[in-house]
């Protein structure tokens, strides 16, 4: 099994910028929002200095309705006595 922590040499470019946290922390969830907004930032910047948008690393719209889909789907399949419930496409 491989660990990859921030300072390893193992990281590649991308896991190096978004690894945040001194070594030895536990990460995943203050990342990932920082993640989320650090890419929102480019974005935002991007447009309001005229240039092109870059094409950002983050959850879409279409990430956030499949993300609410998923959630009725449980609903339901937990409203049915937990039969399995397929998800609507």
């Known amino acids: 099994m491989t660990r ?3 300072g390893n040499s193992n990281l590649s470019e991308a896991a190096k910028a978004n690894s945040r946290l001194p ?3 536990p990460e995943g ?3 990932a929002f920082a993640n989320v907004y650090n890419e929102a930032f480019k974005a935002i910047s991007a447009e309001r200095s005229g240039k092109r948008i ?4 983050a959850p879409s719209v279409e990430d956030g ?3 609410l889909r998923f959630l009725e789907t449980i609903i339901a399949s937990s409203k049915s006595k937990s039969k399995w419930t397929r998800m609507k496409a």
């Open 23 to 25: 070594w030895g922390h």
């Open 65 to 67: 309705v499949d993300g």
């Open 29 to 31: 969830f203050i990342e």
């Open 4 to 6: 990859y922590s921030r």
């Open 54 to 57: 870059p094409e950002i690393d």
